[in-house]
């Protein structure tokens, strides 16, 4: 802060300080004590508020010159207790920090904290995804098909797809992305389900669309494959799976062919800070892509599903980077072309498949249809079985893993 910016404010502070009182306001001690117990705080880039801890006995001012902070509340009243000073930030969508000063005067001096807000780098699924390319198909990612995995299901069987055992199971087993599918309650409460069918994944029944979230609480979630049922495992909020995969694991959203507004769901991957983790899948809806895009403000980077290398210029304009899904069918010849996924590599699109189809082959130590997907130079693989020692094996002895 230059030393002219600084003492205008701070004598305008002092003469305020000297004025006289109305009746009613308690009188200042004759030396106002200040002590800021943060002197320095870090947030995220996407962070939309920042705190300070501080106490005074008195009167207090915050104020900073930085634009990309502004104080929530800028003056006060202290008796001595501790107090939060609250600031709020505008995104930091560079690839570097920025910090800056945020000052709380008093009438006899002042504290300085210095505030650091980290970039997108390292923290930000779209930066992740321009060092995927970067790698030019040096590794090969997994993303856990509603969470599951091989031990959680199989194994351990205490896993329920969608659930929060099952997100920490997959990073746990060191995977790179878990994706969620989303689903509203009757009184509007956003849960991580597959399909609106409760008795398909919970020992409940009727529909998720049909029940209030109260009372999905009450089932417990089974296992859909075996049917085993988790005693004390709940159908979460999304806003409990954000937590447990935040700062831990990339998140892919499925929200294709939901009737939820993006605003609701943007309203709660933004209040758990995750804006820039998490991807948004919207199918082969483009519109829906930029709408989740825009809601965002250009902060979160979508999925979408194509058919075609020229069907991702639909995103044109997406400053962030976006994830393409291709279906298997495309580079196993069945549609009559294989070029998909090099087209869209070279377009600067991460690629994105499935590998449902092929789980069972997987599971029983075929390792063919690997070859296919390796073939293709596909980024991303969904599987319900990334953990599997078959799939880890071969990767890694091909150097992608």
Not at 19 to 31: I, L
Not at 241 to 261: E, F, M, Y
Not at 298 to 316: E, N, Q
């Amino acid at each position: 802060m230059r030393l002219q910016t600084f003492l205008l404010p701070l004598a305008v502070l002092l003469a305020a300080f000297s004025c006289g009182k109305t009746p009613d306001e308690p009188a200042d001690p004759e030396h106002v004590t200040l002590t800021v117990l943060d002197k320095a705080v870090s947030c995220w880039s996407d962070s939309e508020e920042g705190t300070v801890r501080f106490r005074s006995d008195g009167k207090w001012q915050a104020e900073t010159d930085e634009t990309w902070i502004s104080v929530v509340t800028g003056s006060g009243r202290g008796s001595g207790e501790e107090q939060t000073l609250r600031f709020r930030l505008s995104p930091n969508q560079t690839d570097s920090d920025r910090t800056g000063i945020l000052t709380l005067f008093t009438k006899d001096g002042y504290e300085t904290i210095l505030v650091t807000q980290l970039s997108i780098a390292d923290r930000s699924v779209s930066h992740h995804f321009r060092d995927v390319l970067a790698g030019d198909f040096s590794r090969v990612y997994i993303c856990a098909h509603r969470a599951n995995t091989y031990e959680g299901v199989y194994m351990t069987k205490d896993c329920p797809e969608n659930s929060v055992p099952a997100i920490r199971k997959a990073i746990e087993k060191g995977l790179d992305m878990v994706e969620l599918d989303v689903r509203q309650t009757k009184d509007g409460v956003l849960v991580c389900a597959h399909d609106d069918n409760l008795a398909s994944v919970t020992t409940g029944s009727g529909s998720i669309a049909g029940r209030y979230f109260s009372d999905i609480r009450q089932f417990d979630m089974k296992i859909r494959e075996t049917g085993t049922v988790v005693k004390g495992v709940r159908m979460p909020r999304l806003s409990e799976a954000l937590a447990a995969a935040k700062d831990r694991i990339w998140v892919n959203l499925d929200l294709d062919k939901t009737a939820i507004a993006a605003a609701s769901v943007l309203k709660e991957v933004e209040k758990a800070g995750m804006l820039d983790q998490v991807t948004f899948f919207t199918g082969s809806d483009a519109d829906l892509a930029k709408q989740y895009y825009e809601g965002s403000k250009g902060r979160i980077s979508p999925h979408l599903s194509v058919t075609a290398t020229g069907s991702a210029h639909s995103l044109d304009g997406i400053r962030t980077t976006p994830l393409m899904q291709i279906n298997w069918q495309y580079y196993h010849g069945e549609k009559g072309t294989t070029a998909l996924s090099s087209g869209l590599r070279s377009a600067g699109y991460v690629t994105f498949s499935n590998l449902l189809n092929f789980d069972e082959e997987v599971r029983k130590g075929k390792t063919g249809a690997l070859d296919l997907f390796t073939a293709a130079r596909i980024d991303y693989l969904q599987t319900d079985v990334g953990d599997l020692a078959v799939l880890q094996n071969y990767l890694k002895g091909r150097g992608l893993r």
